[in-house]
């Protein structure tokens, strides 16, 4: 037996599985996948703890042969081999020569073939495809190689169709339409400036401020701090009970423009920046401006400054219209939600624990990369280590579990995904990227997240099979409201 490579094959693109991809789970079985070639293919299946199964594959030499004469005549047609015309090489020259491409070229073909092929015999459900390796070609021209899968846990589904759910109203009341209407006021508000009087509660201060500890500048004790700690220039400020820092808005009533005044924070002892955590800060605020907040009166003018051309009834009728909007995209969201906590209520099995790893891992980088896009330092996220790690193991147990029922749900209602949606999807991600869909298809192949996209359509499709069978039952606040009415 000749071996082609001890380490672990790079595998196609167009594996239905991506190794160490625990999001995007591909379980699939034979049940719709052709019939089997290779009649004679030999598989050994070796079951090991943690849903790991080991697969020693091997080809008969009939159809390893077919493939590679098939292959060496194409190199014959086109190699030009110094005393040979083009074309004219004999068949053992060939196979001398590019031996190793020859190989290259079979395992390639074959492999991911036999391989799927492999796992419709033995009827395993496989999660992730974790490596092939040991390819080897024996001197009868048979093939054989290992393949390290994760399978998919076995459990029985519940009854899914007909799930109880209860769903908020959708009626929007005209109080709703008067608070959106106020929100708008309020966002059209000028600031016009106070004459000459002392500062007090609901002005807006417009302030410079620098804060200081034990003498030194908090920008220099704390510079990972919020900039808001460490002072600033023309800081506006609401002044109003409890806004801002602790007691900082109370200590400035009564101070006059121009005025300078030194303001204590007592900071608590669980404060988020550590330096500043159980100490009084000292803060040197001058007073700049005073602001008046003055709310546009509620007429057309306001409605047609908001939307040209319309008038304020016109604005209430499309206020309206987004709420309700809004509200069944929040019917929708209460489906879904509801339908997943029953199903995992319904449905107990345990989860491999390699997936679970992988799942917890990216879990963990993504919950990450928001704290830091909200300023939380590293040195804050290293505090919450443990606490981060067991937020993502919890998301990475939810989600893994939601897709394994949700596959399995696909796989009993034969949803599919078919090659236009995907090519639907991938334009309109072309559209939002402002890029040209061939351009999108690529970035996708070479990030490997073509199959994501089918990942996602295919668990979309499922849950919105699962949304259009349920039993809608009213709620409490909806029946509440009825008997009122």
Known sequence: MCAVSAQPLPLERDYPLKTADATALRVFCGAHRAPLQWLTMKVEVEKQPGFVSKLQIELPPEEVTKEWDAIANSFTRFAKIPGYRPGKAPRAVIDKRFRKEIQDELTRKLVSKSYHDAIEQEQLRVASLTNIEDVQFGNDKSM???ATVVTAPEFELPDYKNIRVELPDTKVSDGEVDEALERLRDQSADFVDV?????QMGDFAVLDFEGSLDGKPIAELAPQASKNLQGGKKFWLHLAPDNFLPQFCEQLVGQKPDETRLVI?????????????????????????IKDKVLPALDDAL??????GKTLVDLRQMIQHDIEHAKQHDVERAKES??????HEQTQFELPPP??????RRALAELVQRNRERGVTDEMLKEKEKELINGAAGVAAHRLKTNFILHRIAEQEKIEVTKEEVDRRIKEEAARYDISPDKM???????GALEDISEQILLGKTLDFLRANVSVEPSEESTVKHEQS
């Open 338 to 343: 509801q339908i997943i906590k029953y199903l």
């Open 195 to 199: 004459p000459a009087r002392e500062l």
């Open 265 to 289: 924070v007592e900071f608590s002892h669980d404060f988020p920046v550590k330096e500043l955590a159980g100490k009084k800060a000292d803060y040197a605020v001058t007073l700049r401006e």
């Open 355 to 360: 997936l679970l790893q992988n799942e917890t």
């Open 441 to 447: 298809r690529k970035e996708l192949q070479q990030k």
């Open 303 to 308: 409605a047609a400054k908001l939307v040209p």
């Open 144 to 146: 054989r190689f290992r």
